[in-house]
């Protein structure tokens, strides 16, 4: 498999430069309302460009040592991911997960936080998340599939919560080479019954 250089780091297990990693505390503290919207628009755009320099798909300011409410999402294809769903560019200020479904969906998910790891956790296969917008908006959008487990895995850093605690075994707790290597099209892990 041909990787794109973007995607090495993170498969290597390396951060990225001012990535704040498992077991700083900074990411087990509940980040805080925002109160400079202006301030936050600066953020917003490191945070953007940050998350398009890793081929990432979202991003908590927690996450670069900021600790205020504020969380990037875009899904895009990549190399390690071609079949992703794409989510376009989401700003979320002081986001609030309003409502998420009864039913749940068993996915693989991985962080930069927790670099070159992997494991399956459980999510709501729908959440709907009311965020204020660059521009000072209110808005309420409900997401589905893929585009739903980032949102809740990110809104999970602003609160001190990180994949791995979701988690509901540590069997699946992987490295990213063997995820790609084995795992990722093998229905065992998402399916047990499979």
């Known amino acids: 498999m041909t990787v794109a250089k973007s995607d090495r780091g993170w498969m290597a297990g390396l951060a990225g430069e001012g990535i704040v990693t498992i077991g700083d505390p900074r990411l087990k503290a509940a980040a805080e309302p925002v109160t400079d919207l202006a301030a936050t628009h600066r953020l917003l755009d490191a ?3 940050r998350l398009r320099a890793l081929n990432g ?26 079949d992703r ?7 979320m200020i002081d986001p ?14 991985g962080c930069y936080s927790v670099p070159g790891i992997m494991g399956v956790v459980p999510r709501a296969a729908m959440v709907a998340v009311c965020y204020r917008t660059r521009e000072g ?13 980032v949102i809740q895995h990110e809104v999970d850093h602003l ?18 080479a063997n995820y790609l290597d084995h795992l990722r099209d093998d229905p065992r892990w998402l399916f047990p019954s499979a």
């Open 47 to 49: 945070m953007v460009a």
């Open 57 to 82: 798909a979202g991003l908590a300011a927690p996450q670069i040592g900021a600790q205020v409410r504020v969380v990037v999402v875009e899904v895009r294809k990549t190399d390690v991911f071609p």
């Open 85 to 91: 769903p794409e989510t376009p560019l989401l700003e």
């Open 96 to 109: 609030v997960i309003v409502d998420r479904s009864a039913e749940v969906e068993l996915g693989w998910e």
């Open 137 to 149: 908006a209110e808005v309420t959008g409900e997401h589905t599939g893929y585009a739903a487990r």
């Open 159 to 176: 609160d001190g919560v990180e994949f791995v605690d979701r988690m509901d075994s540590m069997a699946s707790l992987t490295t990213v």
